[in-house]
């Protein structure tokens, strides 16, 4: 299995990036995906995560500034963020829903900053 986290970046508050994430090992097109993140001296949170069947769900923190979606030809999942706020920093991860300790990647840093 592997997940290979993109798209992370240094951005002003109130910009967008878009994260990426494309799997390889596993059987994409049936399991729930979910983007996570790790602000710094922060326990890992669910962000976002999508089913199969394309239903989302959202943290509150993240609600109408976020949007994920999957791509299942390209097994890619993304995570839209828009209106970024500095409480957005984190090392954003991708992984299933619930995850599996044997999925994490390395991650892709994403710094709001003025």
């Known amino acids: 299995v592997q997940l290979v986290e993109s798209g992370g970046g240094l951005v002003q508050p109130g910009g967008s990036l878009r994260l990426s994430c494309t799997a390889s090992g596993i059987t994409f097109s049936s399991i729930t995906m979910g983007w996570y993140r790790q602000p710094p001296g922060k326990e890992r949170e669910l962000v976002a995560r999508i089913t199969p069947g394309l239903t989302t769900n959202y943290a509150e923190s993240v609600k109408g500034r976020f949007t994920i979606s999957r791509d299942y030809p390209k097994n890619t999942v993304y995570l839209q963020m828009n209106s970024l706020r500095p409480e957005d920093t984190a090392l954003y991860y991708c992984?299933?829903?619930?995850?599996?300790?044997?999925?994490w990647g390395q991650g892709t840093q994403v710094t709001v900053s003025s």
């Open positions: 992984n299933r829903s619930p995850w599996r300790a044997d999925y």
